[in-house]
C-alpha cells in the first residue's frame, strides 16, 4: 500500500484520498455453466490488485498502471471504448456504468497496481472493475449500496464493453473470506462460503502461457432453445446444495438430449457432469474430506479435457506430472493431489492442489515443461483471501 501511495504521489503530485484492495481469483469448478443457472466453486486468493484515487478540479478522469507504464486520460463526457485503450476500457466502464446509472460523477486521478497483469487470467480484470468501483463511491460520496453498485458495474459491462455479467466472478471478488472457497448459485443469485480447511495444503495457480486458441465458440450451446432442455433435467433434492441435481438416469437423460445435435448433446451432457462434480467437491469440502473433495476436481479437469473439450496437451502435461507426484496415486478414489485447467480454456492458466512437501517437486516438473513446450510457465503459491476492503 505504501508503494502505491508513492507512485500516485509522483505521478500527480497529491496523496490518495482512498486505497481499495480487491483479491484475485480462480474457479475451481463451474465456470463454463453460469449460462445454464448452475453454481460455480471459485477462490479469491492474495494476489491483489491496488486502486488508488485522489479528486481532481476538471472534468477529466487520469489513469496510470505502472506495471505496463501505461498512461491515459479521458473526458467524463466522452466516454469511449477504443481497442487500443487495452486495460482501460476496463475503468472506463465502470465510470460509464455510475453514470447511466444516474450518479453524479466528477474528475479523478486514479492509479492500478497490480503485480500479476489483467491478460494472466486470473480475475485481475473483475478485481480492477470491483476496486474502481469501490474507489469512486468513497471518493465522490456516492450513496448507494453494494446492489445498486453492482448494476452499475453490469451496466458498463454489457453496454460498454459488450461483455457478459458472470456473477460468480464478482461475488468471489466481493463476498469471500479468508480461508474459504464461496459458491455461487447463479439460479438464485446467492453465495455461501466453505471453508477451506486442509491444513498442509498448498494451492498453486500456474499461467502456462499457452497462447489460447478457441478450437470452439462457447455461444454454440449458450443458446435459450439448449438451457431449456437442460431445465427439463433438473430434479428437486432436499438433501444436495442448492435445493436440485439433474437427472442421473442415462435413458431419461439420452431422450431428453436427442434433439440437439451431437457435438451439442455432448457439451450438455458435460455441463450436467460438472455440476455433479461440484457437488461432490462442495460435499467434500463440507465434512473435511480432502479424497472427495480432490477426486471430484480431478475428474472435473477429465470432463473439461475429454468431453468439454477446452484443454491443450501443455495444459494436460502439466495435470499428468502433477498426479504422478501423489504417493496415493494408485487409489483414484482417495487422492491426496488435485488440478484442473481453470478460466476460460483452451490453455493458459491451471490450478494444483497438493502437499507441501511435493511443492519444490512440481516446480521443478514446470521447469521440464519450459524446456519442452517453449512456454515459460508462471507459478504463485496463493492463499484464500477476502473479498473488496477499503484500506485507506
Request: hydrophobic content about 40%; glycine content about 6%; aromatic content about 10%.
Amino acid at each position: 500500500m505504501e508503494l502505491i501511495k508513492e507512485i500516485h504521489k509522483f505521478e500527480y503530485s497529491d496523496l490518495p484520498e482512498v486505497i481499495v484492495r480487491t483479491p484475485g481469483r480462480f474457479h475451481l469448478i463451474g465456470e463454463h455453466s453460469w449460462f445454464f443457472r448452475d453454481k460455480t466453486l471459485s477462490m479469491a486468493v492474495n494476489l491483489p490488485v491496488y486502486v488508488a484515487a485522489s479528486s481532481r478540479n476538471d472534468n477529466s478522469v487520469h489513469f496510470y498502471f505502472p506495471q505496463l507504464k501505461d498512461h491515459k486520460k479521458v473526458n467524463l463526457a466522452s466516454l469511449k471504448f477504443k481497442k487500443e485503450d487495452r486495460w482501460a476500457n476496463t475503468v472506463k466502464a465502470i465510470l460509464f456504468g455510475l453514470n447511466n446509472a444516474g450518479f453524479d460523477l466528477s474528475g479523478m486521478n486514479i492509479t492500478i497496481h497490480s503485480e500479476i497483469l489483467p491478460s494472466a487470467g486470473f480475475g485481475i480484470s473483475t478485481a480492477m472493475k470491483i476496486g474502481v468501483a469501490w474507489a469512486v463511491r468513497k471518493l465522490l460520496k456516492l450513496e448507494c449500496d453494494d446492489g445498486q453498485l453492482l448494476r452499475a458495474i453490469e451496466i458498463g459491462n454489457r453496454k460498454f464493453l459488450g461483455a457478459e455479467n458472470y456473477v460468480s466472478d464478482f461475488y468471489a471478488a466481493i463476498f469471500s473470506q479468508e480461508k474459504s472457497i464461496i459458491l455461487t448459485d447463479h439460479s438464485t443469485q446467492s453465495y455461501e462460503n466453505i471453508p477451506f480447511d486442509f491444513p498442509g495444503k498448498k494451492i498453486l495457480l500456474v499461467d502456462a502461457q499457452v497462447p489460447r486458441i478457441e478450437i470452439w465458440n462457447e455461444d454454440m450451446i449458450r443458446v435459450p432453445e439448449y438451457a431449456l432442455l437442460l431445465g427439463e433435467l433438473k430434479e428437486l433434492k432436499t438433501n444436495v446444495a442448492g435445493g436440485w441435481r439433474y437427472e442421473e438416469n442415462p435413458h431419461e437423460v439420452n431422450l431428453v438430449l436427442s434433439v440437439a445435435p451431437e457435438d451439442i448433446h455432448k457439451k450438455l451432457h458435460s455441463i450436467m457432469k460438472e455440476h455433479e462434480y461440484l457437488l461432490q467437491a462442495y460435499e467434500g469440502l463440507k465434512k473435511g474430506a480432502f479424497g472427495a473433495f480432490a477426486r471430484a476436481v480431478n475428474m472435473s479437469h477429465e470432463n473439461m479435457r475429454d468431453e468439454y473439450q477446452i484443454s491443450c496437451p501443455e495444459i494436460d502435461w502439466i495435470e499428468k506430472r502433477l498426479l504422478e507426484i501423489d504417493p496415493n496415486n494408485e487409489d483414484s478414489r482417495n487422492p491426496f493431489t488435485c488440478g484442473r485447467i481453470t478460466g476460460k480454456g483452451f490453455g493458459r492458466c491451471f490450478y494444483a492442489i497438493l502437499d507441501e512437501k511435493n511443492v519444490p517437486e512440481f516446480k521443478k516438473k514446470l521447469s521440464e515443461f519450459t524446456k519442452i513446450f517453449g512456454f515459460h510457465a508462471s507459478c504463485y503459491e496463493v492463499e484464500p483471501a477476502r473479498g473488496v476492503e477499503i484500506v485507506l
